[in-house]
Nanobody
Framework: QVQLEESGGGLVQVGGSLRLSCARS????????MAWFRQAPGKEREFVSL????????NYADSVKGRFTISRDNAGNTVYLQMNSLKPEDTAVYYC????????????????WGPGTQVTVSS
């Protein structure tokens, strides 16, 4: 069983930056995709970004393109989400997820989830 734990959330001003981390523990799989999702109050959980460990393929939601960057360490134990130029609409609980498919934005395709970390962007 893969366990995920997010960290790095907090309160940041509009236009500021924040770096989220997702630490993975437990069983390691050779091929899997790591992704970030977020859920704002009253809204459905939405895709933010993903990265394929073995090919380093990345994908971003249109709302965060040019502002967010997803990356991983060489060992594949940690995935990061660098968030720049933050906007109030970025406020949400951010979740790290892992799944076997290479490229998917569907929440139901991700098998493992972290408990989430709160990101609040304020003026």
């Amino acid at each position: 069983q893969v366990q995920l734990e997010e960290s790095g959330g907090g309160l940041v001003q509009v236009g500021g930056s924040l770096r989220l981390s997702c630490a993975r523990s437990g069983r390691t799989f050779s091929t899997y995709t790591m992704a970030w999702f977020r859920q704002a109050p009253g809204k459905e959980r939405e895709f933010v970004s993903l990265i394929s460990w073995h090919e380093n393929t990345t994908n971003y939601a249109d709302s965060v393109k040019g502002r967010f960057t997803i990356s991983r360490d060489n060992a594949g134990n940690t995935v990061y989400l660098q968030m720049n130029s933050l906007k109030p609409e970025d406020t949400a609980v951010y979740y790290c997820a892992a799944g076997p498919l290479m490229l998917t934005r569907s929440t139901d395709q991700y098998l493992y989830w972290g408990p989430g970390t709160q990101v609040t962007v304020s003026s």
